[in-house]
């Protein structure tokens, strides 16, 4: 509280305000009398105030600390209301983009959504929308844009490349309208948990493979209980990380297809990021797709067919493949690729392969199909 006051004093200084008549008592009541009503307001017990400069003129405002306590939205509806929970998963890519082609989905977000959806249930007390935005796009843009839907929380896909995009726009989002639920996902938020929610304004986070993690924590949400618990959520409850993990989708044809679900809509001659399977065989240390999980999981081929179905149905002109490693199963990947020769060779396809996996059959496919390549090698390793 001294350290509160000593802020305010200063800041009627800068304003040329009389300060006089301000007292560390006067400062202390006055916060003490507004706690339980700001405490009701965010449905929060811990509220932090800090001394800003509006207008030319200092003021204390509050904001919820439920990122270190408990993170809570309103409560659950009375019997017979059609109350329901408003949520924006946010995407922030590159408009030039280091892919071929700059993608038009944003597929992780996506896989939320279908998954969310096909629980009726669920659905029916929860609105979800997506939104894409560019990094570029100045942040107030996308606050306005996020706001003008009245979310009751907010979720960020955080990689390397668009991290700081995504903590400006969570920070002014939390500035504007502090009782809203800002939340995280994706590799960043699950390489340093402990440091996205102690320095940036995340009430916690979707650690590694979100599905099932993100419709328990929606849930949970929308019964105005708090999330730190729930497996595969990392939340700070009184200054300490609190963190389950959940296991891996051991079976991903159980996931809905984002785009044979009707989740995502390809403009006419844009591009698609398309995932066979998930996982990695290599530990690399610099790569996000292993995540401690040793083994590959794949999608069976009835599913890649008709999702290639749908690329043609709705002449998307490039596919940029996701797997870390396309051609590690040579026979699956060679399966592959006579059937995009039979169903889909017009489409531009981009794979990442391991040069080591390639044999004269499977180069000789590649020839027959519209692709291109990113490839990499086992480097070996030399001793004196």
């Given at each position: 509280m001294e350290r509160l006051f000593q802020q305010y004093i200063e800041a009627r200084k800068a304003c040329h305000l009389p300060t006089g008549n301000i007292t560390p008592d006067l400062i202390s009541s006055a916060i003490e009398k507004q706690k339980p009503i700001l405490a009701e307001k965010y449905h929060c017990q811990q509220v932090e105030f800090k001394v800003v400069i509006e207008d030319g003129k200092p003021k204390i405002k509050a904001r919820p600390n439920c990122s270190r306590h408990e993170c809570r939205l309103r409560p659950p509806p009375a019997e017979g209301r059609h109350d329901r929970l408003r949520i924006n998963c946010e995407r922030c890519s590159h408009r030039h983009s280091p892919l071929?082609?700059?993608?038009?989905?944003?597929?992780?977000?996506?896989?939320?959504?279908?998954?969310?959806?096909?629980?009726?249930?669920?659905a029916a007390r929860v609105t979800i929308t997506l939104r894409d935005f560019f990094?570029?796009?100045?942040?107030?843009?996308?606050?306005?844009?996020?706001?003008?839907?009245?979310?009751?929380?907010?979720?960020?896909?955080v990689y390397l490349w668009n991290r700081q995009a995504c903590i400006d726009t969570a920070r002014q989002l939390k500035d504007a309208k502090p009782?809203?639920?800002?939340?995280?996902?994706?590799?960043?938020?699950?390489?340093?948990p402990e440091r996205m929610l102690a320095e940036f304004p995340f009430d916690f986070l979707v650690m590694g493979e979100g599905e099932h993690?993100?419709?328990?924590?929606?849930?949970?949400?929308?019964?105005?209980?708090?999330?730190?618990?729930?497996?595969?959520?990392?939340?700070?409850?009184?200054?300490?990380?609190?963190?389950?993990?959940?296991?891996?989708?051991?079976?991903?044809?159980?996931?809905?297809?984002?785009y044979l679900s009707g989740m995502l809509d390809v403009e006419q001659g844009g591009g698609a990021l398309w995932q066979l399977s998930r996982g990695c065989s290599f530990g690399c240390d610099f790569c996000f797709d292993y995540q401690g999980a040793e083994g590959v999981r794949r999608f069976g081929m009835e599913r890649i067919r008709e999702e290639l179905d749908w690329f043609v149905q709705h002449r998307v002109a490039q596919v940029f493949v996701l797997d870390s490693t396309f051609n590690r199963d040579l026979l699956l990947a060679k399966e592959v690729l006579r059937l995009i020769k039979r169903r889909a060779p017009h489409i531009h396809f981009h794979f990442e392969v391991r040069s080591e996996f390639i044999d004269a059959e499977l180069a000789r496919l590649c020839s027959t199909i519209t692709c291109s390549s990113r490839s990499a090698f086992k480097a070996p390793i030399l001793r004196s």
């Amino acid at each position: 509280m001294e350290r509160l006051f000593q802020q305010y004093i200063e800041a009627r200084k800068a304003c040329h305000l009389p300060t006089g008549n301000i007292t560390p008592d006067l400062i202390s009541s006055a916060i003490e009398k507004q706690k339980p009503i700001l405490a009701e307001k965010y449905h929060c017990q811990q509220v932090e105030f800090k001394v800003v400069i509006e207008d030319g003129k200092p003021k204390i405002k509050a904001r919820p600390n439920c990122s270190r306590h408990e993170c809570r939205l309103r409560p659950p509806p009375a019997e017979g209301r059609h109350d329901r929970l408003r949520i924006n998963c946010e995407r922030c890519s590159h408009r030039h983009s280091p892919l071929p082609f700059t993608p038009g989905d944003p597929l992780a977000n996506a896989y939320l959504k279908a998954c969310l959806l096909a629980d009726e249930e669920l659905a029916a007390r929860v609105t979800i929308t997506l939104r894409d935005f560019f990094v570029s796009d100045p942040a107030a843009t996308c606050i306005t844009e996020i706001l003008a839907t009245e979310p009751d929380a907010v979720g960020f896909s955080v990689y390397l490349w668009n991290r700081q995009a995504c903590i400006d726009t969570a920070r002014q989002l939390k500035d504007a309208k502090p009782d809203l639920t800002i939340f995280a996902g994706g590799p960043e938020p699950t390489a340093a948990p402990e440091r996205m929610l102690a320095e940036f304004p995340f009430d916690f986070l979707v650690m590694g493979e979100g599905e099932h993690t993100f419709i328990e924590a929606m849930d949970t949400l929308w019964k105005g209980k708090p999330v730190r618990g729930v497996k595969g959520v990392a939340a700070l409850y009184e200054g300490n990380l609190v963190y389950r993990p959940r296991p891996l989708v051991p079976f991903l044809d159980t996931l809905p297809s984002p785009y044979l679900s009707g989740m995502l809509d390809v403009e006419q001659g844009g591009g698609a990021l398309w995932q066979l399977s998930r996982g990695c065989s290599f530990g690399c240390d610099f790569c996000f797709d292993y995540q401690g999980a040793e083994g590959v999981r794949r999608f069976g081929m009835e599913r890649i067919r008709e999702e290639l179905d749908w690329f043609v149905q709705h002449r998307v002109a490039q596919v940029f493949v996701l797997d870390s490693t396309f051609n590690r199963d040579l026979l699956l990947a060679k399966e592959v690729l006579r059937l995009i020769k039979r169903r889909a060779p017009h489409i531009h396809f981009h794979f990442e392969v391991r040069s080591e996996f390639i044999d004269a059959e499977l180069a000789r496919l590649c020839s027959t199909i519209t692709c291109s390549s990113r490839s990499a090698f086992k480097a070996p390793i030399l001793r004196s």
